[in-house]
Nanobody, 127 residues
Framework: QVQLVESGGGLVQSGGSLRLSCAAS??????????MGWFRQAPGKEREYVAGISWSGADTYYATSVKGRFTISRDNAKNTVYLQMNSLKPEDTAVYYC??????????????????WGKGTLVTVSS
């Protein structure tokens, strides 16, 4: 099993920045070299892919809507994945979830059904 706990959400003004963290634990996480992803769900909308990163950190993937503004990174020594969000817009308001999976297609946003999910952290961007 893998446990994921997000933190770092909050209220920020349009144009501001936030950094989300996702702490992972569990034997499966390191045993299976999990890739990690960030997803978000805005009120009244379906959950959508935001970004993904391979186990090594060498490969990163982004949704078009956040490319150039968000940066995903990871520190495997700390079992933590980060999402640096800059130039935030009101439309970025959502609950942000981190997820883990060993399938690179899911991590890259090319397939659905990540195996493990956190409970989410709320990001609110005011105009």
């Amino acid at each position: 099993q893998v446990q994921l706990v997000e933190s770092g959400g909050g209220l920020v003004q349009s144009g501001g920045s936030l950094r989300l963290s996702c702490a992972a634990s569990g034997r499966t996480f390191s045993s299976y070299a999990m890739g990690m992803g960030w997803f978000r769900q805005a009120p009244g909308k379906e959950r959508e892919y935001v970004a993904g990163i391979s186990w090594s950190g060498a490969d990163t993937y982004y949704a078009t809507s956040v490319k150039g503004r968000f940066t995903i990174s990871r520190d495997n020594a700390k079992n933590t994945v980060y999402l640096q969000m800059n130039s935030l817009k009101p439309e970025d308001t959502a609950v942000y979830y981190c997820a883990a999976d060993a399938d690179f297609r899911k991590v890259a946003g090319l397939d659905y059904g990540m195996d493990y999910w956190g409970k989410g952290t709320l990001v609110t961007v005011s105009s």
